[in-house]
């Protein structure tokens, strides 16, 4: 039973490049989260996606943007990327119908901004 | 933004010593979730605790919850050289299923 997967591992994008980070779910889940995590911090909620549409959204600006497709997998895009986007980036996946219970967290993916 | 603190920052145990952590948060919860992290990787699920809860235990790990002072503690017990990890501390508000996480408590386990 595969966990939640996440491509690229490491990702170096320079400054104004548009970047699309990929998420697989757990087997059985259909609800997915992203996460940015800067060095030295806590994860920060980015947005939620159900159904194929952004149910909750965090602090973040409009140049961070999400999709779901149909088998539940899920992308992350960021326009005009800036230095201060160097950072973990964390997928999430959780059932919609398991109220509290945990997330399950892929690998993540570093990306670098130069 | 952060929900709240994790206390102490770091933290340096010598191996079977028990180690024990912090968390405070600033709103209402529905439940409070410790997650521990190895080298910037993934985070894993450690333990659950609902708001209506107190103490809850999970092998070596036991959690306490106090809503009043809207504070909760991680104790692990026995510790060994794999719990070496940051811990995070994250709260799930009511109808609000993101998690919010604290600042995280680096534990070294010394050898």
């Known amino acids: 039973d595969a966990g939640v997967t996440q491509s690229p591992t490491h990702l170096i994008k320079t400054r104004g490049q548009q970047v699309t980070l990929r998420c697989s779910p757990k087997?059985?889940?259909?609800?997915v989260s992203w996460y940015q995590q800067a060095l030295g911090q806590g994860p920060q909620f980015i947005f939620q996606?159900?159904?194929?549409?952004?149910?909750q959204r965090g602090n973040f600006p409009d140049r961070f943007s999400g999709h779901q497709f149909p088998n539940y997998s899920s992308e992350l895009n960021v326009n005009a990327l800036l230095l201060g986007d160097s950072a973990l980036y964390l997928c999430?996946?959780?059932?919609?119908?398991?109220?509290?219970?945990?997330?399950?967290f892929g690998n993540g993916t570093r990306l670098t901004v130069t | 933004s952060q929900q709240g603190e994790e206390d102490p920052q770091a933290l340096s145990i010598q191996e079977g010593e028990n180690a024990t952590m912090n968390c405070s948060y600033k709103?209402?919860?529905?439940?409070l979730q410790w997650y521990r992290q190895n080298s910037g990787r993934g985070l894993v699920h450690l333990i659950l605790?609902?708001?209506?809860?107190r103490e809850k235990h999970s092998g070596r790990l036991r959690v306490t919850l106090d809503t009043s002072k809207k504070s909760s503690s991680l104790l692990i017990t026995a510790s060994r050289a794999a719990d070496t990890a940051s811990y995070f501390c994250?709260?799930?508000?009511?109808?609000?299923?993101?998690?919010?996480f604290g600042t995280g408590t680096r534990l070294t386990i010394i050898p």
């Open positions: 999430a996946s959780s059932s919609i119908q398991h109220y509290n219970s945990p997330l399950h």
């Open positions: 087997s059985g889940h259909d609800t």
């Open positions: 996606y159900y159904e194929e549409e952004e149910r």
């Open positions: 709103t209402s919860i529905n439940n």
């Open positions: 605790i609902r708001s209506n809860e």
């Open positions: 994250a709260t799930e508000e009511f109808g609000n299923e993101k998690l919010t």
